[in-house]
């Protein structure tokens, strides 16, 4: 069983200033709901209850978040407005959430790495919150992901077909197609140019790993712009044994950029019209 779920949110979001200035990227919200919520939200539903925050200076708001506001409370108390806290506390009763600070900012798969301690020596996945990503009412991304982990007990990336004038925002990886949507990793590159990109499969922020990665990343050298990138640990784990990569179903939004985080608002916005 899987969890435990690790959130790298120590970046400064700086796509988003003057917005993240003062408040973490994370806490951004999409419709009344910030995105780190919809990601613990998808891995509450895959059967996870410990989420493990990687955070630096200035995450305080995501702390709070995820913890009682008694004054807040007993304000709206018996209000119209009481049932808008209904889904935060249902998370705050089921889950345990821990911290700790990614002190300088050395990539990925460094921020992956500090959550060694919370982790332990357990698969365990990744969400990187400004990927929003929903399936409607189907099993959400972690859900699917899951269901193969359990199957091949190996490390697995979210893969998505992007444009290929896209693939240097991304790891990108090519593969064996070994079953449906599945590949077995054979190469893996982080943030290649077009024409040096092995296919347009791109790697999103959804993963699980088998905690052997610790060691790999541990000794992974600094690369692409000087930083530890988790995308070379992972290719080290597919030369040693085996990585695979899933076109997960549903839709992912890039909430890291401003088109992406419009897009996903006016998604969400449409779905509750039409809820109502
Ligand atoms: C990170 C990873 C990259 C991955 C991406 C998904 O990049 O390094 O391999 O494709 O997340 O969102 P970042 O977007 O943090 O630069």
Redo the contacts with the bound molecule.
Sequence with gaps: MIKRCLFPAA?YGTRFLPATKAMPKEMLPVMAKPLIQYGVEEAVEAGMDIMAIITGRGKRAIEDHFDISYELESQIKGSSKEHLLDDIRALIDRCTFTYTRQIEMK??GDAIYKGRVLIGNEPFAVV?A??LCTNGTEDGVLSQMVKIYNKYRCSIVAVQEVPMDQVS????IAGKKIDEDLFMVETMV??PDPEEAPSNL????RYILTPDIFDLIAQTKPG?GGEI???DALMAQAEKGMVMAYKFKGRRF?C?SIDGFVEATNYFYQQQKGEA
Excluded: M
């Design positions: 970046g990539g990925l990187l400004d990927d925002k991304y790891g990108v982080e943030k791109a790697i999103i922020g692409k990138q988790i995308t890039d890291g």
